[in-house]
């Protein structure tokens, strides 16, 4: 029986510390199966009362903790897993109890010390616990610095944004501001940086999926809706143009797509060659011939003409040149259907903050304006 309980623990052990590894340290989208269960289940009950809360600071600052917790458990959880596993492996190599190999493991694992081995095996036991001890403590650490690298690189940027887009962030507001500081439309934003940012942050996503539902600095920042304001800033500056698009902003459109559907997929491979088809999507939507193809539908789109409207007639007032505008709602809406499904899901299952033209929360919450919003929108009415 305790050869049997040797190996259970020289297979437990083995494979906690490749779980860790997995999800810690490997580069690449992939989680443990402890790490799943942690995370869901921290989701789940940090989730379960939202509906209870009725001020969305107050749901923001509550889901901030859920993220730290769930971390906080599974360096818990992989520590008692290795205790226990440990434990298995004095008690098959002693004459111990198992509550005694327990509380070696224990000692040793923690680096405490103040239990002696019984024999050689025992010893190796120990050793081979303390290494693994400090090991845990390692990877952890650098596991949390990795995280900070990461969310300061997604970050910044969208603090730099909030001075064009507004907190929450809001992408005709990213014209407005830019056009009443005298710069070029073609300049905010700028579809090379955020290009940059969306790959960055895509793939620091995909390695440490925790970090999706980091809340930012502040209650009125999201990573979500920032990538979408973005989005609809350059969609939008794509249909109100007269010359052909700009192959920068054509690409921004393209990647910000792909990686929004990647992310709402949690990295799971698509049926077909998914790259391929939103690209073809965009590109049929900025071609000259664009009007053969039939409009979305509105829940694609998310908003009716007359919001596009309201705020293309704010633009013109502000000096901003407007062409045809039934030519730029065709193309801006077009585009907008090949990024805010997966954004708008994104932004719903994230709590993100509701900014406006990121669609409905669940549970459902009232839109949060930026400053200054009523410049492009019709005085009095109803804000979606």
């Known amino acids: 029986m305790r050869d049997l309980l040797l190996l259970i623990g020289i297979v437990l052990t083995v494979g906690t510390v490749l779980a ?3 999800s810690m340290l490997m580069p690449r989208a992939a989680r443990s199966l402890v790490a ?10 940090v989730g379960a009362p939202l509906g209870l809360v009725r001020s969305y600071g107050s749901r923001d600052r509550w889901l901030a903790l859920a993220p730290p917790i769930a971390i906080l458990l599974e360096l818990a959880t992989y520590v008692a897993i ?31 010390g103040i239990v002696e081995p019984v024999n050689v095996a025992s010893a190796i036991t120990v050793y081979v616990a303390a290494f693994l001890g400090l090991v845990v403590i390692a990877i952890f650490i650098g596991y949390l610095m990795a995280l900070s690298a990461a969310f300061t690189a997604r970050e910044s940027p969208m603090v730099q944004l909030a001075a064009l887009a ?27 940086a955020w290009t940059d940012w969306i790959a960055t942050t895509r793939m620091n996503q995909q390695v440490s999926p925790v970090l999706s539902a980091m809340r930012s600095t502040s ?4 990573w979500v809706v920032s990538f979408l304001a973005v989005l609809d800033a350059v969609a939008l500056r794509t249909a109100i143009g007269d010359g052909p698009p700009d ?27 998914t790259n391929w088809e939103i690209e073809e999507q965009v590109l049929r939507a900025v071609r000259a011939d664009a ?52 954004a708008a899901r994104l932004a719903a299952d994230l709590h993100a903050v509701p ?15 930026p400053a200054h919003a009523e410049l492009l929108t019709p005085a009095g009415e109803a804000r979606r």
């Open 36 to 45: 799943n269960a942690i995370h869901r289940g921290v989701g789940a009950v």
């Open 247 to 273: 192959p920068a902003d054509v690409q921004l459109l393209a990647v910000g797509a792909l990686a929004l559907d990647v992310m709402v997929r949690d990295g799971r491979p698509a049926d077909g060659d």
């Open 166 to 192: 507004g907190e929450p962030a809001w992408g005709p507001m990213v014209l407005l501001r830019a056009h009443r500081l005298g710069m070029p439309l073609t300049a905010a934003p700028d579809a090379a």
């Open 291 to 342: 009007a053969a193809v039939p409009l979305p539908a509105r829940e694609a789109v998310g908003l009716d003409r007359a919001d596009v409207d309201a705020a293309l007639d704010g633009l013109r007032t502000t000096g901003v040149a407007i062409g045809d505008a039934d030519a730029a709602w065709q193309s801006f809406a077009r585009l907008r259907a090949t990024y805010y499904p997966s």
């Open 355 to 369: 900014a406006p033209w990121s669609g409905p929360r669940r549970p459902a919450a009232p839109v949060i304006w």
């Open 82 to 112: 290795l205790i226990a596993s440990l434990g298995l492996v004095v008690y098959g190599t002693t004459d111990l109890t198992f509550g005694q190999a327990l509380y070696q493991s224990g000692s040793t694992l923690t680096t405490l």
């Open 219 to 222: 209650q009125r920042r999201h």
């Open 20 to 22: 860790m590894v997995k």
